[in-house]
């Protein structure tokens, strides 16, 4: 090879290089979203059930209409509903309650970071066990500290609703941290100005919470709040790891998975799927317009 | 603010590390009871009498070695491929003429609110249809494109920060604008590829949903999804699931005390996921 050909490989113009450079990027997302997505819209459109043997078939919206149809996927979405109205705004108290707690000034600054750190790095899978433990009916945390105060002990897994309740608490738990370590950012860039010119002004430190820090805190406690509704609306290994009786507690992804991985009936999971896709689409739509809109 | 007397901020910090620490001390406790005072009641909540069998069982019940590796690897390979692909595109991003910047941003965020459970039906599928069912790859590749955004934020912000002259340098001194990326500016930028590769590291680490559906065979099944089959259909050890909770712990522990500074300022920056 020529120099002068080598350096033209290796030393191209610069808007070349730069796709050159995303070129990776963009491949592996391709093969790993953008064809996949494909592949599910197909399939939601066909009869594939593997575990049959049967030959897959075209069956146009047939699939959609099942899902409709179907008393455990609207099971499920209620499921799924209840714990995105509960642990969303729950995680959010939590963690802005905790993001105040950490930025009083501290000496030294590592524990209470690592305190914070914990539930965001424990994997929910392992979340779930350790709750479960927690609300375990006869040798469980809880029933014991429900005893020292005079309640009865509940079994809380042999109810739907007492089992969503533990979920949810454990989702509080493991979810509140990341949001407090956002929220906690988002409270040291407010200006220590403000709150000495308040107190000039004899503002109580209710108010100064009120006027100066929730408002400031609003860009934040968006961005946040977006990014839990997401994954909430996908809980998946909290609720599999606390299995309430039968199966009243599946949540939309635990019913995706059992459908589709469990039953191999991949047509019908698809168009459940797609159900998932449009849900979390509506969400990024409402996030995409305010941060367009100049949020932030 | 006025600043608040100690004893408020000593039950501030007592509240925070309770919340965080509670947890993971009880499961730890936990581990340490034996059978027998596990089922006294009432029930005690530091162990009297501590023993490891429960340790001994972990490791007895279940192959969690095996588990621990495949986890490992699963996480490591997939940080390796995120990172080499996440600072490429980083590069252009930051450094270089790039049309349609915006749209590359807009779609790298795109990309990181897609929903993992409607992707996993179709990965599922194709994954099967490679026979690549049972496979580390199957993994990799989903975990690399799952850190693939917030790696790429994060060190995008990284490189910005890095003086041009440097890069400059390098170049008139005879290295080839690649040459310089690997040479310079990566090096330079190595608290964000600390950054990125540790949040890319607990990413995979605590994934569960594609691990328990592709990787259903013991030889390749993950930590996350390994710990749930202590369980039979009637019975919970707690004491042993305990005991294997602990273990499972211990690497996230110790990534978060190394790395505990890096990643906050990661997380905030690329402000994703949780």
Known sequence: MSRRLRDRILDPPEHVLAWALLAPALLLVLAVVAWPVARLFANSVMDVRLSQGLPVRFVGLDNYAAVLADPLFWRSVRNTMVIVIATVPGALVVGLALALLANLPFRTRGPIRLALLLPWATPLAFTGLIFAWFFHSEYGLVNDLLARVGAGPRIWFNSPGLTLAAICMATIWKTSSFMALILLAGLQTIPASLYEAAEVDGASRWTQFREITLPMLVPSMLVALIFRTLTAIQSFDIPVSMPGPGEETATLAMYIQQQAVDYLDLGYGSALAVFMFALSMAITSVYLRYVRGGGR | ?274
């Open chain 2, 1 to 274: 603010m006025k600043a608040p007397g100690t004893a408020l901020r000593w039950l501030a910090a007592a509240i925070v590390l309770a919340n965080g620490c509670f947890p993971a001390l009880w499961i730890l406790a936990t581990s340490f009871k034996s059978e027998v005072e596990l089922t006294a009641r009432p029930i005690t909540y530091w162990p009297r009498d501590p023993v490891i069998a429960n340790y001994v069982a972990a490791f007895r019940d279940q192959p969690l070695p095996t588990y621990l590796l495949n986890s490992a690897a699963v996480a490591l390979l997939s940080m390796a491929l995120s990172l080499t692909i996440a600072s490429l595109a980083a590069y252009a991003i930051a450094r270089l003429e790039l049309p349609r910047r915006r749209l590359v941003l807009t779609g790298i965020v795109a990309v990181s609110m897609f929903p993992l459970v409607t992707l996993m039906v179709p990965l599922f599928d194709i994954m099967r249809g490679l026979g690549l069912l049972n496979t580390y790859w199957a993994l990799v590749f989903p975990y690399a494109v799952l850190s693939l955004p917030v790696c790429t934020l994060v060190l995008v912000s990284f490189f910005q920060e890095i003086p041009r002259d440097l890069e400059n340098a390098a170049m008139i001194d005879g290295c080839t604008r690649v040459g310089a990326l690997f040479r310079v500016v990566v090096p330079l930028a190595a608290p964000g590829v600390f950054t990125a590769g540790t949040l890319a590291f607990v990413n995979s680490w605590d994934e569960f949903l594609l691990a328990l559906s592709m990787n259903s065979a013991v030889a390749y099944r993950t930590l996350p999804v390994g710990i749930q089959m202590y369980q039979g259909e009637f019975s919970f050890p707690w004491p042993t699931i305990s005991a294997a909770l602990v273990i499972g712990m211990v690497p996230v522990v110790i990534v978060i005390l190394l790395f505990q500074e890096r990643v906050v300022s990661g997380l905030t920056a690329g402000g994703l996921k949780g």
